[in-house]
Nanobody, 118 residues
Framework: QVQLVESGGGLVQSGGSLRLSCAAS????????MGWYRQTPGKKRELVAL???????NYLDSVKGRFAISRDNAKNRAYLQMNSLKFEDTAIYYC????????????WGQGTQVTVSS
């Protein structure tokens, strides 16, 4: 059974930091691209950061220079370090695992709430 479990969300003041973690089980983690997405009510879920199996990263323009995605294949975990948080970063953050080269083979976590107070 595949499981992705996010943790690390919470309430933080503007300018603060949080580190999200995504623990994966039931998959061969090193074969999966890992992404962090976020969603607010009434809006489409958007890709925040992506890290490929080889470590290549991509970021949403609005988080470049503030957020950093990483992965630890030995621990089957992906992380999102979020610094200089802004009110507009408030959202539910989701972890997604996508099998490299097979975009239809993907799994989602249940999400973790991040709330940034202004």
């Amino acid at each position: 059974q595949v499981q992705l479990v996010e943790s690390g969300g919470g309430l933080v003041q503007s300018g603060g930091s949080l580190r999200l973690s995504c623990a994966a089980s039931g998959i061969t983690f090193r074969l999966y691209d890992m992404g962090w997405y976020r969603q607010t009510p009434g809006k489409k879920r958007e890709l925040v950061a992506l890290i490929g199996t080889g470590g290549t990263t991509n970021y949403l323009d609005s988080v470049k220079g503030r957020f950093a995605i990483s992965r630890d294949n030995a621990k089957n975990r992906a992380y999102l370090q979020m610094n200089s948080l802004k009110f507009e970063d408030t959202a539910i953050y989701y972890c997604k695992a996508t099998l490299k080269g097979r975009p239809t083979s993907n799994y989602w976590g249940q999400g973790t709430q991040v709330t940034v107070s202004s």
